[in-house]
C-alpha cells in the first residue's frame, strides 16, 4: 500500500465526462489498497476566463480580489470531483487551501507557500476517504485567499505530497511524458522513462511547458518522486508516464537528454557604457526593481577606450519596460544607445551527462553551423548550453541539434 497525490491538470477536468474518467482512475488507486489524496485544477479556460473578466473591469484591479475570483475555478473543479466519487462509491470530500490550511505568503497573485497543516487530512486518507483539494490557492497572512501563480495547481500538488509524507505525486496532464523535445517539431522525439529533478528543472524554465517551473523546485528540494502521465490513457491500460527522480536513480546517464526552446525572448544590447566598478550592479538592480528577469548576460570591450557593452536577454513582453527603466540611468552609466531585437530565440540542450563528458559544446555548435544558424550569444551551466538565434531558424535548430545528440527515436 502507498500514500499518493494524484494530481488532473485542466484539460483532464475540461467537462463532466472528463471528471467521470478521473473519478474511475481514482477509484482504481483507491481499490488497489492505496492512500490517495486528489489535487485539481480549474476546467480547462475557466481560469482565463475569469482573469480577462477581472482586467475588463479594471485593468490595475485590487490584486487581493484578483485572488478571491480566479481561485474559484478550482474551487469548483474539487466539488464536482468529489460528487463524482461518491456516486461510484468512493468516500471523498472537496477541500479549499483555507480549509486545510495551505500557508502562503502575501504575495497575491504568485504567493510562495510556507506550510500545509497535512494532519486531518492524513486521518482522513488512513480512515478511507479521498481529499479533494483546490490546487493553485492557499491563505495569506491577512486571512485572503491567495493563488500561487499560473499552472500553480502543480505546485499545490508537490507541496502537499511533501505534507502528506507520500510516496510519490503523479502530474496527470494532455501529454503521456516528458519528451527529447517538442514532438510536434521533431517527429522523432522520445518519451523519457526518468529525468532527474535538474534535468527537468532546466527545461521547465527554459519552454517546456510540461511541469511548472516552482513545483520542480520543490520536488527537488524535497527529493519527493514526481511522475507525469496522461489523463488520456484509459484507466487499466499501460500508461508509465516519465519519473522525475534523484540524478542517482538513473543508471544509465544521457549526455543530452532534451533540446527545448523559447520564442519568448528579446535581445536588449546597451553600447558604449561606462566600463567602470558599479556600472553592472546600476543596470541589473534597475531590472530586478522593475521585476524583469534577466537571462543570458554578454559583456564585452567597446571600441572606444574606456567603455564597455553589456547585452543580456529578457522576455519579450518586458522588453519596453526594461528599455524604459534603463534610459532613466543614462546619465549614470554613460548610455550611448539602445538597442532592442525582439525577432530572437533561446535554444538549449540539456543533461546531466555533461559534467562527464568533453565535446557538447563542439558538436552543438558544429550542428547550428551545418544548417547556417548564427549564434548572438551563448550561456552556460553545469548541465546545459544556450545560445540565442533569429527565430525563424528556430525549428531548424531544434531537429538538427535532436539528431546531433542521437536523440531521433529508432
Known sequence: MARLVMKFGGTSVADLDRIRTVAARVKREVN????????????AGVTNQLVAWCQ?????????????VVATGEEVTSGLTAIALQTIGVDARSWQGWQIPVLT????????????AGQELIRRMQAGQVPVVAGFQGLGPDNRVTTLGRGGSDLSAVALAAALEADRCDIYTDVDGVYTTDPRIVAKARRLEKISYEEMLELASLGAKVLQTRSVELAMAQRGPVRVLSSFVEPGVDNPGTLVCGEEE???KQIVSGVAYSRDEAKVSLL???DSPGVAAQIFGRLADANINVDMIVQSAARTEGRQNIVFTCPDRDAPRAKDALLALGEAIQLEDI???????KVSVIGIGMRSQVGVARTMFSALAGKGINIEAIS???????VLIDASYTELAVRALHSAYGLDAV
Open 250 to 252: 538513473i543508471v544509465e
Open 272 to 274: 558604449g557604457i561606462a
Open 339 to 345: 538597442a532592442i531585437r525582439r525577432d530572437v530565440a
Open 380 to 386: 552556460t551551466s553545469e548541465i546545459k548550453i544556450s
Open 105 to 116: 505568503d502575501g504575495a497575491h497573485g504568485k504567493a510562495r507557500v510556507e506550510s500545509i
Open 32 to 43: 488497489a489498497g492505496h492512500e490517495v489524496a486528489v489535487v485539481v485544477s480549474a476546467m
Open 56 to 68: 475588463a473591469l479594471s485593468p490595475l484591479h485590487d490584486a487581493r480580489e484578483y485572488d478571491a
